[in-house]
């Protein structure tokens, strides 16, 4: 049977703001507000690889993807996060959980090198290879995770989270048998249990999906542009196989219940 590593396991402590115990805090934070907030549907954890280095390629249609990775993943998780994000407290607390601070339009050679310092030191990489939040369908990938994954011969595991966009599970959009949405005086639509507008409403169900990992290089250990190019090519290819399966056996609609 295959063993998820317990506290201490997933790798040693990574240089910078990388902290591989700051990962475990912040996972079981997740833990405790994801399960406390919503009803997350975990398929597939086990083929997270017990030990090692991976990297988890998370669609992104929400600002609680992450989150909802970090806190049902089986090991602790290093995202690759916008610097936009670090702001005021979030900054000391987001680094202090392990994340990376990445900036998204320049080449961010410090981001990369503690995103590699991760995977060499048997860490787990998580990425939204999309770069940013949309409809969360692998349509259009960066080559940021081809790069990594070429580079450091990490497997990546594709992660599908279903349900955080707002819709109810299914992908309905809150219209009533009679054609209602249940609008507002002023046009605004009236979602019933959330608790901050544009979150999933409380205690709804969400899906995360993991894959199969598989190898992203062609085994040449060559990272020319079009080897990365064509790796690209084949990760947007599993990723978007995987993407389409866990809607099928989540019966999750494609748009707009992503």
């Not at 959980?97 to 048997?122: E, M, P």
């Not at 940013?132 to 259009?140: H, L, S």
């Not at 079009?226 to 019966?251: C, F, M, N, P, Y």
Request: charged share 25%; net charge positive.
């Amino acid at each position: 049977m295959r063993r998820h590593p317990r506290r201490g396991e997933a790798g040693r402590e990574v240089s910078g703001a990388a902290s591989a115990r700051g990962a475990e805090v912040g996972r079981r934070i997740g833990v405790g507000l994801m399960y406390g907030l919503w009803k997350p549907r975990v398929l597939g954890a086990w083929r997270v690889p017990a030990a090692g280095p991976a990297i988890l390629a998370v669609n992104h249609s929400h600002n609680i993807d992450g989150p909802m990775v970090m806190g049902v993943a089986p090991r602790p998780t290093h995202f690759l996060v916008k610097k936009e994000a670090f702001v005021g407290p979030l900054d000391p607390f987001l680094t202090g959980i392990g994340q990376l601070k990445v900036d998204r339009d320049t080449t961010d050679r410090t981001a990369i090198t503690r995103a590699l310092d991760v995977l060499s030191a048997g860490g787990v990489l998580g990425i939204f290879p999309e770069g940013t939040r949309g409809e969360g369908d692998f349509a259009a990938l960066r080559a940021g995770l081809a790069y990594f994954a070429v580079r450091s011969g990490a497997p990546i595991v594709p992660v599908a989270v279903l349900g955080t966009a707002g819709r109810d599970g299914r992908g309905n959009t809150g219209r009533d048998r009679r054609g209602n949405t249940g609008r507002d005086g002023r046009g605004n639509t009236a979602r019933r249990g959330r608790l901050i507008k544009g979150l999933p409403p409380l205690r709804s169900r969400i899906d995360v999906v993991f894959g199969d990992p598989f190898e992203a290089g062609d085994g040449s250990g060559r990272r020319t542009r079009k080897v990365l190019d064509e790796a690209t090519e084949r990760i947007q290819k599993q990723l978007a196989s995987h993407l389409e399966q866990a809607r099928r056996i989540t019966g999750r609609r494609p748009d707009p219940g992503v």
